[in-house]
């Protein structure tokens, strides 16, 4: 059974930082390549970031050189180190592999 579990979402205030993370279980996670979406309130979903089985990694336009994305493949979890976050970053994250999906984080960002 395929789970992706996010955590570590929350409220701060802009120009602050959070991590999530997403914990996966029932595939083999170091063959795999895994992505971060996000969607606020009255919009799409859309792009955070991927990253390949190989650590090569991609970025939506709104993110680039704010957000890292990253893996551990001993501990079967991918991160999202989000940094300088602005109110617009406001929205639930979620964790995808293929069809499947977590539940998401729910991240508020202050002005």
């Known amino acids: 059974q395929v789970r992706l579990v996010e955590s570590g979402g929350g409220l701060v205030q802009a120009g602050g930082s959070l991590r999530l993370s997403c914990a996966v279980s029932g595939i083999i996670f170091s063959r795999n390549g895994f992505g971060w979406y996000r969607q606020a309130s009255g919009k799409p979903r859309e792009l955070v970031a991927l990253?390949?089985?190989?650590?090569?990694?991609n970025y939506g336009e709104s993110v680039k050189g704010r957000f890292t994305i990253s893996r551990d493949n001993a501990e079967k979890t991918v991160y999202l180190e989000m940094n300088s976050l602005e109110p617009d970053d406001t929205a639930v994250y979620s964790c995808?592999?293929?069809?499947?999906w977590g539940k998401g984080a729910l991240v508020t960002v202050s002005s």
């Open positions: 995808n592999w293929q069809t499947f």
């Open positions: 990253i390949s089985s190989g650590g090569i990694t």
